[in-house]
Structure formats: C-alpha cells, structure tokens
C-alpha cells in the first residue's frame, strides 16, 4: 500500500552522533583512560552512585556498558564497553582488549599527540560478575536446571523465571541473545528461562550454537558432553514464541499501531510505531 513520507529529525541524529565512550579526545563528563593490560586507549565516564552507567554508545557498539574500571589513584570508579570480541566495538575503530580472562574493553589506539592518559586497573569483583553468569555450558548453577529442548540439538542451563516471568540478565561473555520465559518443564509444568536467538552469533563466543525450535525463533545450546548428566526434558511455550515471533517493525503489511513509512533517501520502506510522550519506542524486534 501507498508509504507515509518521512524525514529524519536531525536533533535526534546528533544525539545519536554524539555520544559517551566515544574515540579520545573525551567529553568534559569522561576521563581518558588506560587500562592495566589492555592496548590503547578510551574515554571512561564515572559509574553513578547505584554503579549504573550511562548507555549511549558509537553507532553500531553492541557492548554493554559496565562499571568495570578503578581508578589506581583515586579509587573512584568508571564505566567501560564490555567486549569478548572486536565487532561489538561498533564501526569507529575501537577493538576489544582482552583484561580478564574472555572479559574485555573497546579500546582505541593511542594517537601519537593524545594527551596522558589516567592509569585505570579492571574492578576484579564486577569482572568475576562478567565472568561468571547463568546461561553457561554445563555443569550448570545451583538455581538452573540442565535442559534438554524438545527438537533443540544439545543442551542448556535454564534458570527458573520469576512470578512476573522475567529472566536473570547475566549472560556469557559476547552474548547477545536476550534471555525470555521460554521453556517449560515437561513433567512438572514450571516455566525456565533461556537464551532466544536467530542465528548462531547472537549466543557469544563461549561455543553455544543456535538451535531453532519454532521456525524462526532458537535458543542457545551447548554440545551435550558424553559424560554429561541426564537433562530435564523441556518444551517450548507456544505462547511466548508467538510473542518472540509477532513483533514491531517487521516487513510491511505493518501492524495496527504502526505507519509503513517511506524514509527521504532510503531506499526501501518499513513499519514504524508511533513514539511514546517520553521519546522511548517498543524494544520488541
């Protein structure tokens, strides 16, 4: 059917131009850092009081930004992309330097007239947080079950969702499946969490594969390892993957609260939702 015209609103594109984290030199809220065993440079804003940390990034940065670093002076703590592997450092020339183990931070190489740069050590308690999360390889944690999905090849380490049917967050080092209420338990009916995904790079790099259980929609398995114990047989709950499956912004026709638009200088169309009041729009993808 005949698109909407639309234009973009350049205020929006320079927030998304400019951001934290970005290549030094720094903004005035930032510190340019280097951090003990890592090769280059970056600009670390300091964590808030609640060790949140601000989340704009460069375009195209998939790393989560963490309260991972220390001041070696000072001790005051600041924030830092969280990488396992350089194409979630984005597209502006930063890589991930590896500082504890598989955890690592987007780092740009220093440049030769960079001012000096404030000596940083990695926070061993948040990088042992990175390091160790649900939705590992088994043998699996105290509050997870080892799973076996029904038409999934291998298996998983499935903790249990909450009343409200939201998941532990914590993930593998370079993961970027969202975890969701998922599964189900064969036997007793009590509902688990896993890693949802599309294709086998959304489960990270610790050598999860993704195994599609309902058309498009996978989760993340591992091999299951001969010496492996018995796994609980699970299913897919049919309702959350129709909600996995149906979501905003998919090819045109468009949903009922969407536009087809047709964007100025771009080619093709797409379905866009309407912004909340508060400019936030729907995260299902």
């Given at each position: 059917?005949?698109?909407t015209?639309m234009?973009?609103?350049?205020?929006?594109?320079?927030?998304?131009s400019?951001?934290?984290?970005?290549?030094?030199?720094?903004?005035?809220?930032?510190?340019?850092?280097?951090?003990q065993?890592?090769?280059?440079t970056?600009?670390?804003?300091q964590?808030a009081?609640?060790?949140?940390?601000?989340t704009?990034?460069?375009?195209?940065?998939l790393?989560?930004?963490?309260?991972?670093?220390?001041?070696s002076?000072?001790g005051?703590?600041?924030?830092a992309?969280?990488?396992?592997a350089?194409?979630?450092?984005g597209?502006?020339?930063?890589?991930?330097?590896k500082?504890?183990?598989?955890v690592?931070?987007?780092?740009?190489p220093?440049?030769v007239?960079?001012?000096?740069?404030?000596?940083?050590?990695?926070?061993?308690?948040?990088?042992?947080?990175?390091?160790?999360?649900?939705y590992e390889?088994?043998p699996?944690?105290?509050?997870?079950?080892?799973?076996?999905?029904?038409?999934?090849?291998?298996?998983?380490?499935?903790?249990?969702?909450?009343?409200?049917?939201?998941?532990?967050?914590d993930?593998?080092?370079g993961?970027?499946?969202?975890?969701?209420?998922?599964?189900q338990?064969?036997?007793?009916?009590k509902?688990?969490?896993?890693?949802?995904?599309?294709?086998?790079?959304?489960?990270g790099?610790?050598?999860?594969k993704?195994?599609?259980?309902?058309?498009p929609?996978?989760v993340?398995?591992?091999p299951t390892?001969?010496?492996?114990?018995?796994?609980?047989?699970?299913?897919?709950?049919?309702?959350?993957?129709?909600?996995?499956?149906?979501?905003?912004?998919?090819?045109?026709?468009?949903?009922?609260d969407?536009?087809q638009?047709?964007?100025?200088?771009?080619?093709?169309?797409?379905?866009?939702?309407?912004?909340?009041?508060?400019?936030?729009?729907?995260?299902?993808?």
């Open positions: 059917k005949p698109s015209p234009t973009i609103n350049n205020q929006a594109v320079e927030t998304q400019a951001s934290h984290y970005e290549k030094p030199p720094c903004g005035s809220d930032e510190v340019q850092a280097q951090v065993g890592a090769n280059g970056l600009c670390a804003p964590c009081s609640d060790s949140s940390c601000p704009d990034k460069p375009a195209g940065t790393a989560p930004a963490k309260c991972l670093l220390q001041d002076a000072s005051k703590k600041y924030c992309l969280v990488c396992a350089d194409f979630m450092c597209v502006s020339g930063a890589k991930c330097s500082v504890a183990g598989p690592g931070v987007c780092t740009y220093t440049a007239t960079s001012k000096p740069s404030t000596p940083m050590t990695v926070d061993k308690e948040a990088a042992e947080t990175e390091s160790a999360s649900h390889k088994p699996c944690g105290s509050d997870e079950v080892q799973a076996q999905v029904q038409g999934a090849n291998g298996t998983l380490c499935a903790p249990q969702c909450a009343s409200d049917s939201s998941c532990p967050t993930k593998p080092a993961t970027l499946a969202p975890a969701k209420c998922l599964l338990d064969s036997a007793s009916g509902k688990y969490c896993a890693l949802v995904c599309a294709a086998d790079f959304m489960c790099v610790s050598g999860a993704c195994s599609k259980v309902a058309g929609v996978g993340c398995t591992y390892a001969v010496t492996s114990k018995p796994s609980t047989p699970m299913t897919i709950n049919n309702q959350a993957v129709e909600t996995q499956s149906a979501s905003h912004y998919e090819k045109p026709p468009c949903g009922s969407e536009v638009a047709q964007v100025q200088g771009a080619n093709g169309t797409l379905c866009a939702p309407q912004c909340a009041s508060d400019s936030s729009c729907p995260t299902d993808k």
